[in-house]
Structures are given as C-alpha cells and as structure tokens.
C-alpha cells in the first residue's frame, strides 16, 4: 500500500514538475473527503451520539460558509482570499459527512420500519433539489464581480438557521424505538455500556467509538455485502463518468455544447423524476400494506414484512445497464434536428433508468438490512469511500480513453465504450449474484414471534433482555 | 439519553379503543419529532448541494488556471462550463482574465479529443505555495 502512494505521488510530481504554483493530487481527492470524513463520522457518532454528529456536521458548514464568506469579502491579497476559500472547502467536504453518512441512521432511529426508506429516499432527493435551485440562481444573482459575495453571504445566515434548529429541534432518540431493529439496536447499546461499566473500563467508551471504525473494515469481508457494494459503485460511477464527460462524448460526434448540456439536464431532471416515481411506489405499498393490516382481524402484526430488496436491486441495476446502452447506441447519431433530440431523449431515458440507483436511498437501506445489527451508518460509510473511489478511477480511465481521435471515438466499438460495457456488465453481474440476507426483517419477525405471537397495538414488548 | 427499549407498535395497527389518550397524544409527539428531525436534516441536504456548486466550480476554474498542460486538460475535462460567475470570481480573485479567457476558449479539440465537460468536481486542490500565498 505505502509502496503504491510513494509511486502513485511520485508519478503526480512529475505530472506537475512543471508547475510552479500548482497541485493537483488524485489522492488528495480521496484523503480529503471520503475516507477521513468516513472515520471522522463513524468515530463521532459512536462516542456522542447521532444528534452531537449532526450538530457538529452543521456547526462544519456555517463554519464553511463563514470563511467563503470571508474569502471574497475581506480586503485581503487576493491569494489570501483565494487560500481562504480552499481551507472553507476542505472544512466543509470532511464536516459534510458527519451528517450524509447518517442518513440511514436517522431514518431507523425515528422511523417505523414502513417509512424508513422512504425518508432516506425523500432526503437524498432534497440533494438534488439543491443542485438544480442553484444552477438556477447563481448564474441569475451575479452578474458583476462585485456581486460574487451574494453567493456566499445568505449562506452563512442559512447554515447557522439550521445550526440553531438543529440544536432546538433535534433529539438523540424518539422515548420509544419506532420498530423492534431500532429496539433491538438500542438494547444492545445499553447492553454494551452496562458491561463497561461493570468492568470499570474507565476508557471504555473511546474505545468503542473506535470499534466502529473497526467494524466497517470487517465489512469489507462480508461477501454479499461487497457484491452489492461494488455493483453499485461500478453502475452509479458510471453514470456519474458519463455525466461528467458528457461533452467527450457528444462532441466528437458532431454535437455541440449546447446538444451536451441539454442532454445533461435531460438526465438530472429525470433522474429526480425517477426517484419521485421510486418514492410514489413505496407510498402506494405501504398504503396498500396498511389497509391489508388494518382490515385483518385483531389489527395484524406491527413488524416490518421484509422487501425483496435483491429482486429491487437486479431490477434497477438491469434498467441503469440498458440506459447505459442506450445512451452510448444513441450518442453516434447524427445532427440534424430529429437526431438530436433523440440523442437527447437517450440521456433523458438514462437518467429514468439510473436515478433511483444513483440516489442511493435502496443500496443504503438494502446494505443496514444485510448487515444488522450492526449500525446503519457503518455500511454507508464504506459504500460512500468505496463509490467515491470507484466513480474517480472510472473518470480517469475513461478521460484516458477518449483522448482518442475524434473519428474513432464516435463509433460505438471504442475502447471507451468497451470500457462502460465492461463496467456495466460487471455491476449487472454482480448484482444478479446477490442472496437475499434480511437479517434486519428476519430478526424482527423472529422476536415477534418470540413474544408469543407478532407484537400488536397496544400491546409494548420489551428488548432489553435480548 | 432515554434506554427505553420498549418497542410500541404504531397506533394505526391497535385495535379500537385499545389504548388510552395519553398514548395518542404521545404518538402525535413522536410523529411531530420525527418530522422535525427530517425537517432539518432535509435542509441540511439542500444547502449542501449548494455549496458543492458554488465553491467547488470556483476552486475548479482557480486550479485549472494555473495546471501544466496535462492537468489543464484533466481539470477542463471536470469544469462546469458556461457559467458566468467563474469570470466574475477571476476578477475577484485577481488571477488573470486572460488566462480565464484561455480557459474559456478551451473547445473540444476533434483531433485530439480535449473538450470541457460541464460538471464541476470538488476535490481539486491547489499547492501549499498557493494556499499560503507565497507563490504565483
């Protein structure tokens, strides 16, 4: 490993020999955002608990949004200014995963097991949200460079309004657990801090909080829990490739900037079409569960009937490959008006095809039931470090690949796209070799089950001896 | 922190008058919570995904400005394109319009492939000569 960084860095050196003021480092993409903020997160939340994570994340931000703030405000060199700005950003990208790798974790603290995955969904979704309400405004507020500052200025007042409500508003946990995991994962919280206790382990709780650093690692020996991390990180990095390279792709083939940035809007807007069709259909079962529940004489059973998560997973994970296809089959057509706004249709189509995946909302909540009882946040941290990391080779790669002549590249037989063939073929692969593992469901119906039959309304039933 | 680990199955699955009011007005709480949770993080969601697109096109364009050749051409492979405020923020930061006017012009090369692309990355980073402003 250490021989691969010293190579890896001395290739970078050279790469930038040449540059006197200049550095870009590959593995700084990594070392800044996804493995410390990863650590940062998992360590955070186990010594304090799911609120002080998310206070702090918040704290992060405003903190961010200050030196931002300040960096083009404050009659500094403009160096300075600029400095300023790259610190707020390196504070902003490690604090941001304190609370966007807890996201499952909220969602099982405070939700029932019926609307779990719909809040991880409705959250991931609010991301997008924010892109797309940017993309509008900031090109609309500034016009003049003295106007840069309205960027940056509203958002220093905006994250400390969520810092604020976050420390009114939010709470380590409901008085009751909203399902029997959430209980049962509270139970053996307890369990643990009584045991350190008697013991009188008087570092108990530091070492814990770095158990679960340790316990992430141990995921990456989890079989099944691998092949969904890394079919999803192959699928959804490739879209996120060609969302990236979009011009690459396009231009050669006689498309202008203009063709690629229409054919990238197509793609975000209906990648949120597609998660709001991913959340309507969890809706309408649920509804459709609760009717079935509430019309079965004695009020029917409260766990949660496991989802088929795997048939889910193969399902979206074929439809991302197609539009995959379909996208790298349609891009080659030519420019008149008809073609282009089929070339455009086919990254539409792509994003329908791909953005439930990319939400990520059904790997996350696919990956806490597989891997209960550890805590959810455990295995997002890995599937956050592990897409990250898969989705930057694949830009490098394909980069590499279609600096190709533009004649070749434009063909469908490419290395490039043999490259996104083999990549989504792959992902394909390894998501039809998933077995289903509810753990999660498995253990719920077992304890009902236990409890002399499913647990009922009114009826409270206790974990705390599990 | 509350160790309660009772587990009290939704009210909508209790059978008529099974449980007492207080237990209702306890269920309207938790549910009002629960949205409040949701509320803020949702937020939280939002005004992260703005500062990826703000900051991180400008830290973008910056470094781009200033790369070899070989990075250049990776950099421009990653820079949001089209966006007036990178010109803006080149003012500001007194780095050049000319070089800003060079990296605008960078258009797909049908020969050699290079061309922007317009999506922005975050994890670019300058040099400690720069972030310490010694340098340039």
């Given amino acids: 490993m250490g021989s691969c960084l010293s190579r890896a860095s001395l290739r970078y050196r050279t790469l930038t020999a040449n540059s006197p003021c200049v550095r870009v480092s590959a593995l700084q993409a990594w070392n800044i955002y996804s493995a410390p903020g990863a650590v940062l997160a998992l360590w955070v939340t186990a010594r304090f608990g799911l609120r002080a994570s998310l206070l702090v994340g918040f704290a992060s931000q405003a903190l961010c949004a200050l030196m931002a703030h300040g960096s083009v405000t404050l009659p500094w060199p403009p160096h300075n200014g600029f400095a300023l700005l790259y610190a707020s950003q390196l504070i902003g990208a490690v604090g941001q995963a304190l609370y966007l790798n807890n996201v499952t974790l909220l969602a099982g603290t405070w939700f029932p097991s019926s609307e779990r995955d719909i809040a991880v969904a409705a959250s991931l979704l609010c991301v997008a949200l924010g892109s797309v309400f940017i993309s509008v405004y900031a090109p609309w507020a500034v016009k003049e460079p003295d106007e840069l500052n309205r960027l940056f200025g509203w958002q220093v007042p905006a994250w400390l309004a969520i810092l604020v409500a976050g420390l009114l508003v939010l709470r380590e946990q409901p008085p009751h657990p909203p399902s029997v995991s959430a209980a049962m994962l509270r139970a053996n919280a307890a369990r643990r801090r009584a045991s350190r206790s008697r013991a009188g382990d008087g570092d108990g709780d530091g070492t814990s909080s770095w158990s679960a650093v340790g316990q992430a690692l141990a995921l990456c020996g989890h079989v099944n829990f691998m092949v969904l991390n890394m079919s999803s990180a192959l699928l959804t990095g490739l879209v996120m490739m060609l969302a990236t390279m979009v011009g690459q792709v396009l231009a050669p083939c006689g498309h202008g900037n203009d063709v690629a940035g229409s054919a990238l809007a197509a793609l975000s807007a209906a990648s949120g079409a597609s998660v709001g069709l991913y959340l309507w259909l969890l809706s309408r079962n649920e509804r459709r569960r609760d009717a079935s529940l509430a019309s079965s004489p004695g009020g029917g059973p409260a766990v949660s009937s496991s989802r088929s998560y795997v048939a889910h997973q193969v399902g979206w994970s074929a439809l991302c490959a197609g539009g995959i296809a379909l996208t790298l089959g349609a891009s080659p057509l030519g420019t008149t008006p008809g073609d282009t706004a089929a070339v455009i249709a086919a990254w539409g189509v792509l994003g329908l095809l791909s953005g439930t995946l990319l939400n990520g909302a059904l790997t996350m909540e696919h990956a806490a039931e597989m891997t209960f009882p550890l805590p959810a946040n455990v295995s997002v941290s890995v599937l956050a470090v592990t897409g990250s990391a898969i989705s930057f080779a694949q830009v490098i790669i394909g980069t590499h690949l279609l600096q190709a002549p533009a004649v070749l590249a434009c063909k469908s037989a490419t290395g490039f796209a043999g490259f996104c063939a083999l990549c989504a073929g792959a992902g394909l692969l390894l998501a039809c070799l998933l077995k289903p593992e509810y753990r999660r469901a498995r253990a719920e119906t077992a304890q009902g089950e236990d409890e002399e039959g499913s647990p009922r309304g009114g009826e409270r039933v206790s974990y705390g001896t599990l | ?136």
């Avoid at chain 2, 509350?2 to 008529?16: F, G, K, M, N, Q």
């Avoid at chain 2, 394109?81 to 797909?108: C, H, M, T, W």
């Fill in chain 2, 1 to 136: 922190m509350d160790d309660s680990h009772e587990y009290v199955p939704p009210l909508a699955y209790a059978p008529p008058g099974a449980r007492p009011a207080r237990a209702e007005l306890e269920t309207l709480a938790v549910s009002r919570a629960r949205f409040g949770q949701l509320a803020v993080y949702v937020a939280a969601c939002v005004m992260t995904a703005i500062n990826w697109n703000i900051v991180v096109r400008l830290l973008a364009v910056l470094v781009a400005m200033h790369s070899t050749p070989a990075l250049t051409r990776l950099l421009a492979l990653l820079v949001w394109e089209k966006a007036p405020v990178y010109a803006i923020a080149e003012a500001r930061f007194d780095v050049g319009v000319q070089q800003v006017n060079s990296l605008s012009n960078v258009r797909v090369s049908r020969r050699t492939m290079r061309v922007r692309a317009p999506r922005p990355v975050w994890w670019v980073a300058a040099s400690p000569e720069q972030a310490f402003g010694t340098a340039h």
